[in-house]
């Protein structure tokens, strides 16, 4: 069942501006008698003109509420300056009732631009179908829609209007949740690589559990690529490194690394290179993000270490590109351990325990239980320091000196960090990153 319906009045066409009161009217009601087990939220879309905000709200609302008991308290009149806006306020209003089953009514000739426009804005969470705006006189004649991306011919240079528009308007929105913070580590020099550790402020991602400097997206989440790569932009204007130059770990929870320069693997949780100003990363949302510089050899890595690619030595394998491919010495190499969850917090199964244990006992707490507590980060220190990287060169949270400490448990800090462990499955991302300079 439709959840919400958007009409689209933003562009309507001259011969529909003629009788536009009569055909949103006839359009609510229709909606309104075929909704009858629960209405449906309303969200008319309209421009708005410099100065002129008031009015069309008032005059807009008067229209559609009278006489439409049931939508009264479900419809609201978006007026906005352009297309963009107007839908990522409405995409705002969606998300705070965790609604995605969305009918669209608009005019025919809108169809393919708005198509594009949702395909900007929306994830795969969200479903569209899309009906051409007329007047209609019963429910039969409110089903003409067709799947999500059918049909989308606009000029290639149009779709680029549309992207730059989306794209400025959300460099315009405000930072949330604080100023922009990045975490830093003592022990990489400043003078010859630029890195740090993303925490969740600063960026303009307003779901709570994404909340604010989200820096992944995917089909089951709800920030679009859009707003990570505005998150993305805004922190690389902080950082000091080219957007578009960075490039990202394809997670698989493996061991391989991709060698910068060479053909890239499909996945792979390690990645290296010896090239100035290209910015590598790796997220983490509970797993590891860990970087590793050489300032010998002037070479770099950035590694993504969960649970499983812990154990089949991810960091360890990304040192050993680093020494293959650049000639780097193992005991030159620095490694910093970023924000993950803690062995405060994180549990496994028993049967995934005992892998931790055979690494180290100290690395897991209450053994005999069902769901021991395990400590990733001393598992990784350990398989480092047994591959030949000296102990006095990695820096995690064993650190001395803790007003040094980077390497924060996720999961207690809400206000800082993002968790998976804490947050479910809609949860938000930071991450590690680093170049040569």
């Known amino acids: 069942m439709v959840e919400a319906v958007l009409i689209d009045l933003f562009s309507p066409s001259a011969n529909l501006q003629n009788n536009i009161q009569g055909a949103l009217c006839n359009t609510l009601e229709t909606i309104e008698k075929c909704s ?11 421009c708005q003109s410099q100065g002129s905000e008031r009015k069309g709200e008032r005059d807009f609302s008067l229209l ?9 308290r ?6 906005a300056p352009t297309t963009a806006a107007a839908l990522y306020t409405i995409k705002q209003r969606l998300d705070e009732k965790d609604l995605s089953l969305i009918k669209v009514i608009l005019p025919t000739l809108r169809k393919d631009s708005m198509k594009v426009y949702i395909d900007y804005l929306f994830t795969g969470i969200y479903q569209f179908e899309f009906e051409d705006f007329q007047v209609v006189s019963d429910c039969e004649n409110t089903q003409i829609s067709e799947p999500r991306g059918v049909g989308q011919t606009l000029p290639s240079q149009d779709m ?17 949740k604080g100023e922009l913070t990045i975490l ?6 400043d003078g010859i690589f630029l890195h740090g550790f993303t925490t969740r402020t600063g960026g303009i991602s307003y779901i709570p559990t994404l909340s604010s400097c989200n820096l992944f997206s995917s089909s089951k989440r709800r920030d679009p690529q859009v707003v990570v790569k505005e998150n993305l932009r805004r922190l690389a204007n902080a950082a000091g490194f080219n957007p578009e130059a960075f490039h990202r770990v394809k997670v698989d929870h493996a061991n391989a690394v991709c060698i910068m320069g060479k053909t890239e693997p499909d996945s792979y949780d390690g990645i290296v290179t010896d090239q100035k100003g290209v910015t590598l990363a790796a997220p983490g949302a ?30 360890m394998a990304t040192v050993n590109a680093m020494v293959s491919e650049y000639g780097c010495n193992v005991k030159d190499i620095l490694v910093v351990l970023g924000p993950s969850v803690g062995p405060c917090c994180y549990k496994l199964p028993h049967e995934s325990a005992k892998e931790f244990h055979r690494i180290d006992p100290k690395c897991v707490r209450l053994f005999d239980s069902e769901s021991p507590y395990i400590d990733i980060r001393r598992a990784t220190r350990i ?18 000196d803790q007003n040094q400490n980077i390497t924060f448990c996720t999961a207690c800090h809400p206000d800082k960090f993002y968790s998976h462990f804490r947050d479910g499955t809609n949860f938000g991302t930071q991450i590690g990153f680093i170049s040569i300079r």
């Open 36 to 46: 009858s087990i629960r209405a449906p939220f309303v969200y008319v879309m309209c």
């Open 64 to 72: 559609a509420l009278r006489g439409l008991q049931s939508l009264e």
């Open 74 to 79: 479900r419809l609201e009149v978006v007026c």
């Open 160 to 176: 680029a209007l549309i992207r730059s528009e989306i794209e400025t308007h959300l460099e315009s929105l405000p930072s949330l």
């Open 184 to 189: 830093r580590s003592s022990l990489i020099p």
């Open 286 to 315: 509970d797993c590891i993000p860990v970087l590793f510089a050489d300032p010998v050899r002037k070479a770099c890595g950035a590694a993504h270490s969960g649970w499983k690619g812990t154990l089949l030595g991810v960091s």
């Open 383 to 400: 398989l480092l320091e047994r591959g030949g990287v000296l102990p006095e060169n990695i820096q995690d949270d064993s650190i001395t």
